[in-house]
């Protein structure tokens, strides 16, 4: 039964399109023998019929999800660590260019982009709940203050630092459910002319490729130009430009600003007229991104119950959050694939949560190739794959599920 919920954008009512059932939180990664209890949850989607804002049905207590031991370092991959580079140089370039300018990021985590700004003696602040992570960006010089972002926290920085030139955040916005409370927080640290922007996957590349492992507890938004253009103006601002980004399977960068304050780029209306062209947060549209969810499932499945059966050995490359959305609402366990390969110390050793998959080095991977190896880190595919040549040279063969089951 489809069920409703209110938006947390606008109060208006979310209609769910899609339901995963119940599943792990996708980075509790479980240490092997543990007897104590997996948390599970509710994952299912919908969209608000007010201001089309793309949400889970169901909210996981941040702490569940944030803590000391969370397992994401952004610093495993190389193209990353050269996407924020990049990022951070252009802020210090353009935003960031009068007499003593601030930026302040959200979710640093392991100091992937402020790196660049301490190194370039730019005052900023790293604001990031999970110590692991935040302990790493301290030792390499970033300044963090190991928090949620919201309300509260803002007025605080604003007291003792002044306002923010920029405020950034990747890959987090779409984490944080409590919206209200930290674009309240974003309009009071943000000075008169700065901007706000951040960088998430974008809900139109999700439907065009099928990627529904992009759905799980961390991802509580899938935002829109038009979700955004319509949060922006509830709470004073405005969004003022869109850029298109090819991380993470396809992202987009937003940049708001005080509701009047920089004059909107032509990106924006193209971006807005796109998303109508297609009709991408329409009924219709919602219900064929659920049929092609349900058959990328039923290929899946079918393929490796027929590697199994001919004896093949299969493992996973990438201990992805996304794979537990995959291999949980599949009902993929280690019957089907035997381990899954992680760059990552604090997920090898363990098991996948709600299936309990060993999770082994890339080192261990290498040792015994597997016959095939399903691409979880799809996102990473042309990193990986020239990483790993040696592998399809001994005669295995990837499997890739985005945007449709195929062999490569
Ligand atoms: N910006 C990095 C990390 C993304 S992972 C990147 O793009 O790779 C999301 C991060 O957001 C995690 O490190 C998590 O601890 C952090 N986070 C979650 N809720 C937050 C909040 N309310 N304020 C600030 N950071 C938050
Ligand atoms: P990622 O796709 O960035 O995010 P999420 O966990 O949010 O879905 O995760 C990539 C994972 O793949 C991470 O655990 C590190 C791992 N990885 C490798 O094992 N080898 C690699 O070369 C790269 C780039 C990542
Ligand atoms: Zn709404």
Same mark, same amino acid.
């Given at each position: 039964m489809q069920e409703t919920s209110v938006c947390r954008i606008c109060d208006g009512e979310v209609t769910e399109f899609i339901d995963f059932g119940k599943q792990p939180l996708a980075d509790r990664f479980v240490a092997p023998g543990s007897s104590a209890p997996e948390m599970f949850y509710r994952l299912a989607v919908g969209s608000c019929s007010t201001c089309t804002m793309v949400q889970l049905l169901e909210e996981v207590p941040r702490e569940s999800m944030f803590?000391?031991?969370?397992?994401?370092?952004?610093?495993?991959s190389s193209r990353m660590r050269e996407h924020f580079a990049a990022t951070a140089q252009r802020f210090i370039d353009t935003?960031?260019?009068?007499?003593d300018p601030f930026i302040v990021e959200l979710g640093?985590? /392991?100091? $992937?982009?402020l790196g660049t700004v301490a190194k370039a003696g730019i005052r900023h602040l790293g604001v990031e709940p999970s110590g692991g992570v935040a302990d790493l960006a301290a030792a390499h010089g970033v300044r963090v203050r190991k928090d949620f972002f919201e309300e509260s926290t803002a007025a605080d920085v604003r007291a003792t630092d002044?306002?923010?030139d920029v405020i950034f955040a990747a890959n987090t916005l779409s984490h944080i459910p409590y919206m209200d409370s930290v674009l309240r927080g974003v309009t009071t640290l943000?000075?008169?002319?700065?901007v706000f922007v951040f960088e998430d996957p974008y809900f139109a590349d999700i439907v065009r490729k099928t990627s529904? /492992?992009? $759905?799980?507890?961390?991802?509580?938004y899938f935002f829109t130009a038009r979700s955004i253009q319509e949060m922006a103006a509830r709470n004073g601002?405005?969004?003022v430009d869109v850029e298109r980004l090819p991380v993470h399977g396809g992202e987009v960068r937003y940049t708001l600003a005080r509701a009047g304050a920089r004059q909107p780029t032509p990106a924006v209306a193209d971006l807005l007229a796109e998303e109508k062209s297609v009709q991408l947060t329409e009924r219709h549209t919602l219900e064929g991104f659920q049929r092609s969810v349900l058959k990328t499932r039923d290929d899946l499945v079918k393929l490796l119950r027929e590697l199994r059966d001919s004896g093949k050995v299969v493992a996973g490359y990438g201990a992805t959050a996304k794979s537990a959305t995959v291999l949980n609402y599949c009902g993929i366990d280690s019957d089907l694939i035997s381990y899954v390969s992680d760059s990552t110390p604090a997920k090898q050793g363990r098991v996948t949560p709600g299936t309990h998959i060993p999770v082994v080095s890339p080192e261990a991977f290498a040792d015994d190739y597997p016959d095939y190896a399903v691409l979880f880190a799809w996102n990473h595919a042309e990193e990986i794959l020239a990483k790993e040549e040696a592998f399809q040279k001994a005669g295995g063969r990837w499997i890739r599920y985005v945007p449709e089951v195929h062999l490569a």
């Open positions: 803590h000391e031991e969370y397992p994401y370092h952004s610093s495993g935003e960031l260019t009068g007499p640093s985590n /392991d100091g $992937i982009m002044g306002p923010a943000l000075a008169p002319n700065g529904f /492992d992009q $759905i799980y507890d961390e991802h509580f601002l405005e969004l």
